[in-house]
């Protein structure tokens, strides 16, 4: 599920959506916020240009939607079913939730995006070992 050439590995991980072998991302860590969605230009394994053109990634805008209400409803979820929290403190979770993962929800739109239009080649992978 999780393995190297699923899409889903490459979306979790951040990896190359071609090769998955470099992280697209030029810091590994989303809560530097100053590098946040800072990308390499292209892959150093199989040379893979990220940015397929100019303003490739506004198109994330359009994933990160539903990505951010998939948070604030397990954030929901959480807190009135588990917690059983009145509905001012679900509604501060929610606002938090969104607020403390948004470095996370940026990357992930970003990875679903690129995904959308670059596929797994067993072929590039191979090509470092």
Known sequence: MFNKGTKLYSILTGTC???HEES?????N???????L??????SNCGT???????????????????????ATAAF?????????????IFISIIATLIVF???ILRLSR????????????SLAKKNN
């Not at 800072?38 to 892959?43: P, V, Y």
């Not at 240009?49 to 100019?54: A, S, T, V």
């Open 102 to 104: 948004m470095p996370i």
């Open 24 to 28: 697209m991302f030029v810091n590994k």
């Open 17 to 19: 959506p071609k090769c």
């Open 77 to 89: 979820v959480i807190s009135y079913f588990v917690f059983k929290a009145s509905i001012h403190v």
């Open 111 to 122: 990875n679903i995006w690129i995904n959308f239009f670059m596929h797994y080649d067993k």
């Open 49 to 71: 240009k990220y940015k397929m053109e100019p303003s490739f990634f506004y198109g994330s805008m359009y994933v990160s939607y539903p990505v951010g209400i998939a948070f």
């Open 30 to 36: 989303p809560y530097v916020l100053s590098e946040a």
């Open 38 to 43: 800072q990308m390499h230009e292209a892959c």
